[in-house]
């Protein structure tokens, strides 16, 4: 999951399986959060986002799930390729202000 | 549809010179946002405007960084003088802020080296 510091923590997996890369947030008054993807040399790039009166969103292979009770965000890629590989950053945003992101996750794919 | 486009992609300059990044929203979007990004800090917001005014500005590391945004489709960054701590990636987003909800969208960024 997210932390602070240096390294960011890094998840690897094999092809095929499914990922789930967690983030713990830090504002019990976010009302929408994102995840965003981001490949070596570019920006990040959005994957999927979820209000705060939902607790599960699915997109194309992907799914958010949002506890608010523990302050935990988490994204599940189905079926992971190695194109999935790059750092994925969780961000929460509060009422319209700026996103705050995480430090983000590496996921590693190998095949 | 463009996307977000910035330029230069690639920037090396040396301690003292003055830096301009540039920064093209999407069409029709009416937030734009400076980032800077580095392994240490990851990626940290520096500035954001709304309908081109400056609405917080509290990330910009110090009096040598000025962003500007003249008009609705075009946003400069300057850092002068630059410093070779400066050196990191700069990434403009934008997005449509609608009922309190934003995406924002992402440029390539800027890679800046400060010798």
């Known amino acids: 999951g997210e932390s602070v510091g240096l390294h960011l923590p890094t998840l690897s997996v094999q092809e095929g399986d499914n990922s789930i890369i967690n983030c713990a947030y830090s504002?019990?008054?976010?009302?929408?959060f994102i995840w965003y993807k981001q490949e070596s040399g570019k920006g990040p790039q959005f994957i999927i986002d979820?209000?705060?009166?939902?607790d599960k969103r699915q997109g194309q292979r992907v799914t958010v799930l949002l506890n608010k009770t523990v302050k935990h965000l988490s994204l599940q890629i189905a079926a992971t390729q190695p194109g999935d590989s790059a750092v994925y950053f969780c961000?929460?945003?509060?009422?319209?202000?700026?996103?705050?992101f995480g430090k983000g996750t590496t996921l590693s794919v190998s095949s | 549809d463009a996307g977000v486009i910035q330029s230069p992609r690639h920037e090396v300059t040396e301690m003292g010179q003055e830096v301009t990044l540039r920064c093209k929203p999407i069409?029709?979007?009416?937030?734009l946002f400076w980032y800077r990004q580095t392994m240490m800090r990851g990626l940290e917001l520096l500035i954001y405007?709304?309908?081109?005014?400056?609405?917080?500005d509290s990330g910009m590391p110090e009096d040598r960084f000025s962003a500007k945004m003249p008009n609705a489709s075009f946003s400069t960054l300057k850092i002068q003088p630059s410093e070779p701590r400066d050196s990191a990636v700069y990434f403009c987003?934008?997005?449509?802020?609608?009922?309190?909800?934003?995406?924002?969208?992402f440029g390539p960024g800027t890679r800046l080296l400060v010798l």
């Open positions: 987003a934008s997005s449509f802020l609608a009922g309190g909800i934003e995406t924002q969208y």
């Open positions: 504002n019990s008054a976010s009302d929408y």
């Open positions: 979820i209000r705060s009166n939902m």
């Open positions: 961000a929460e945003s509060q009422a319209g202000t700026a996103l705050i």
């Open positions: 069409s029709g979007h009416n937030s």
């Open positions: 405007f709304n309908n081109n005014v400056p609405i917080d």
